[in-house]
């Protein structure tokens, strides 16, 4: 059975069941549409009759009579038809694929601007089905859920970034090294004329004169993989 197939075989068993009414089968639409043509010459008209009349309008659409939402003789062109059941499927699709694959909400928004009787279940039930979407969701996966390192003291832990200014050097100074304690976010900042080991550790010394050297520390360059740390 093809997915259009499940698609009208669950809408037909829900008109059976009285629980889906919006959607008249071909057979039971043209034939509405036959009572409306014979009601608007009528004379003797019912209250149901009434209602139907006021509810629908009949319009030639490509050469066919359609079912219309009724409007004002000053308001022609501002209209929704009312579809049947077996071009259902087909109206569906194409929206979805106009809309690059959209949800419900994409969906009913397409679809709104042009039919009347098109409800959210008949869409929800259509997007369950369709095979694209269903690949989508078996592919999304649980985001990696990083541990967060925690810092109980001051100084225990610290870390160093480096920050590559050779586009924009001032002077000599072409990197920029921020020493920070993971604990306060307390920070240090050094101008460096390059990123040498040499260079990054004469001016750790300096910093850890006036701090003490942490208990761990690790070093980066922004953009690149850690280059060194201790303890190892």
């Known amino acids: 059975m093809s997915i259009e197939e499940k698609?009208?075989?669950s809408l037909r068993s829900k008109f059976e069941s009285g629980k889906k009414r919006s959607i008249y089968p071909r057979v039971k639409y043209h034939d509405l549409l036959a009572k409306i043509k014979l009601l608007e010459s009528s004379e003797r008209k019912l209250t149901k009759d009434y209602y139907n009349l006021r509810r629908y309008d009949i319009f030639n659409i490509g050469g066919f009579e359609r079912?219309?939402?009724?409007?004002?003789?000053?308001?022609?062109?501002?209209?929704?038809?009312?579809?049947?059941?077996e071009e259902l499927y087909g109206i569906l699709e194409k929206a979805h694929k106009e809309t690059g694959h959209g949800g419900r909400d994409r969906m009913i928004k397409?679809?709104?601007?042009?039919?009347?009787?098109?409800?959210?279940?008949?869409?929800?039930?259509?997007?369950?089905?369709?095979?694209?979407?269903?690949?989508?969701?078996?592919?999304?996966?649980?985001?990696?859920?990083?541990?967060?390192?925690?810092?109980?003291?001051?100084?225990?832990?610290?870390?160093?970034?480096?920050?590559?200014?050779q586009s924009n050097p001032d002077?000599?100074?072409?990197?920029?090294?921020?020493?920070?304690?993971?604990?306060?976010?307390?920070?240090?900042?050094?101008?460096?004329?390059?990123?040498?080991?040499?260079?990054?550790?004469?001016?750790?010394?300096?910093?850890?004169?006036?701090?003490?050297?942490?208990?761990?520390?690790?070093?980066t360059?922004?953009?690149?993989?850690?280059?060194w740390s201790y303890p190892s």
């Not at 259509?126 to 095979?131: P, R, T």
């Not at 967060?148 to 870390?159: A, E």
């Not at 990123?195 to 006036?210: G, R």
């Open 7 to 9: 698609f009208l075989e």
């Open 110 to 165: 397409q679809l709104n601007n042009g039919y009347a009787n098109i409800s959210r279940d008949a869409i929800e039930l259509f997007l369950s089905l369709c095979e694209n979407c269903n690949m989508k969701k078996k592919h999304i996966g649980k985001g990696v859920v990083v541990k967060p390192i925690l810092s109980k003291d001051f100084n225990s832990r610290g870390q160093v970034d480096l920050m590559d200014f």
């Open 67 to 85: 079912l219309i939402t009724k409007v004002s003789e000053n308001d022609e062109g501002n209209f929704k038809i009312y579809v049947f059941l």
């Open 221 to 227: 360059m922004v953009g690149n993989s850690q280059l």
């Open 171 to 219: 002077g000599n100074y072409k990197f920029i090294m921020v020493f920070q304690d993971h604990l306060t976010k307390f920070c240090n900042i050094k101008a460096l004329t390059s990123k040498c080991a040499s260079e990054v550790a004469f001016n750790l010394i300096d910093i850890f004169t006036i701090l003490v050297r942490p208990i761990y520390c690790k070093v």
